[in-house]
């Protein structure tokens, strides 16, 4: 063989013809120094990878933050039981309990809470480097060749994004799961507030059934009386007739309210994801009436415009909207791709090493312009959203401050001043039929008048507890917990 390089085919194949490791598969030597080129090459790529394409820490910190924030924040339990033991234990159906036990229960909740889960894990897969790719080429008629060595050639190579593009697709996955952490947070600001009026809707229907239970026997005692000075021939039979009549207008007002109130417990077990039927405690005798409002509107609008999780959804769309045009934008720069190879085409081992860079010519101008406008346009509708999102959330503050003050002046009026001289009306109109001095038509219209103003009060506070929780909703504040009654 002498001075001869190429290698001795040996069948199994161990040595070659200098002592040199013989591939067993493909019959070929793999010289220590080929073998440490290409390590050499894989390690350099991996490095320009890194420093190239990946997203930076800071990024990362935060995506770290916002798993952890998801991990720490109540999504919605996966329920095992239909709820039917919620409110076993308590007398009285509480207005905090039920919210909490909505913001617990609700399906919506936990829908949402994945939605942010899925939103924040966008940013791995945006930041991440595509895989490296690897190839294997051989010249067949190589083998068994006695004039040249088994040519083969293995390649391996990274498609590196321009600096900038990776970091640039990960602000635009943290803001979008920004926004959906938000929208979720505005889910649950609704459906408290949704659970705190059905609350109200619920007390003031009971305690309607009350009243009008109230006005039905009283009704009965004026039927009796009018019945006894009928008898007596003291008045004249339509007064009996007239009270028959009224009670039942009352009796009939008495089935409208049960269902009612049938549809008021249905809607909160539906809330609460349990079966529509399942019975609820009574509400509380007594309604708690909220504190004073805030009385500066400018502190309100503060309150909301940094409060409201609509506001903060809304302005991290327009940030991501923002990061899209800067990566439209840096679209007009190539991507590059790193490759290494050892190829044995080439005879002499000083040239079987290789390295190379390959990048995108960005020819198709057209398209990254359009791609720019597209950008651009989304960024002014996100803008044009936001801006459209802060004057109503600023109406939104202005008009609920105006209703709750309006539902003060009214429950006001009904408790001072109409509900007193309704019940004095009925006595006196009571005593003077009895003594004959007015007729039964002039009791009636009191009666009425007094069954209207009672109802008409408990609506008046009922109307202030809805209000308020209107206005705490406006400004970003959870209705019906302690915490958020703080001013």
């Known amino acids: 063989m002498g001075g001869d390089n190429r290698t001795l085919k040996l069948g199994s194949g161990t040595t070659s013809g200098h002592g040199l490791y013989v591939n067993p598969l493909l019959g070929v030597p793999w010289r220590a120094a080929g073998v440490k080129a290409f390590q050499l090459l894989s390690v350099a790529a991996l490095a320009a990878g890194l420093s190239l394409g990946c997203a930076g820490p800071s990024l990362q910190r935060r995506y770290d933050a916002g798993k952890q924030s998801w991990e720490q924040t109540a999504g919605g339990a996966s329920l095992t039981s239909d709820g039917a033991e919620l409110f076993e234990s308590s007398p009285y159906l509480d207005r905090e309990v039920l919210i909490r036990a909505v913001l617990r229960r609700n399906p919506s909740i936990r829908s949402a809470h994945y939605a942010w889960k899925a939103a924040f894990e966008r940013f791995p897969q945006e930041t991440a480097l595509d895989d490296p790719t690897a190839g294997l080429g051989v010249v067949p008629t190589s083998f068994g060749s006695s004039r040249v060595n088994d040519a083969y050639k293995i390649e391996l190579s990274q498609k590196l994004p321009f600096p900038g593009k990776l970091s640039l697709r990960g602000e635009i996955a943290l803001a979008e799961a920004e926004a959906a952490r938000n929208d979720f947070e505005a889910l649950q600001l609704r459906l408290a507030t949704v659970a705190s009026l059905l609350y109200d809707e619920l007390y003031l229907v009971r305690r309607s059934l009350e009243i009008n239970a109230q006005h039905i026997a009283l009704l009965e005692e004026f039927l009796q009386i009018s019945t ?224 209207d103003t009672e109802l008409g009060y408990e609506a008046a506070r009922t109307n202030v507890s809805r209000r308020y929780a209107e206005l705490q909703r406006a400004i970003g504040r959870t209705p019906g917990l302690a915490q958020d009654g703080e001013q």
């Open 228 to 451: 006894i000075r009928y008898e007596a021939g003291k008045s004249a039979q339509q007064d009996p007739l007239q009270a028959e009549v009224e009670l039942t207008h009352a009796v009939h007002r008495e089935v409208v309210l049960e269902t009612e109130q049938r549809i008021a417990i249905e809607q909160i077990n539906l809330l609460l994801h349990r079966h529509l039927d399942v019975p609820l405690p009574r509400v509380s005798p007594e309604l708690a009436l909220p504190p004073a409002a805030e009385a500066d509107p400018e502190n309100l609008m503060a309150l909301a415009l940094h409060g409201r999780p609509e506001l903060r959804a809304a302005e991290a769309r327009v940030q991501g909207r923002a990061s899209a045009v800067a990566l439209a934008l840096r679209e007009y720069f190539p991507d590059l791709t790193l490759v290494g190879a050892y190829n044995t085409l080439w005879q002499e081992e000083d040239l079987q090493p290789f390295v190379g860079l390959r990048f995108d010519v960005p020819l198709q101008a057209t398209r990254r312009r359009a791609a720019v406008e597209e950008a651009k346009a989304r960024l002014k509708s996100a803008q044009s959203e936001y801006t459209s999102l802060e004057d109503e959330v600023r109406f939104s503050v202005q008009s609920s401050l105006h209703r709750l003050r309006e539902a003060q002046h009214v429950m006001q009026l009904f408790g001072n001043r109409l509900l007193p001289a309704s019940r004095d009306q009925v006595e006196a109109a009571l005593a003077g039929y009895e003594t004959g001095r007015n007729s039964f038509l002039t009791l009636i219209v009191a009666e009425r008048n007094l069954r």
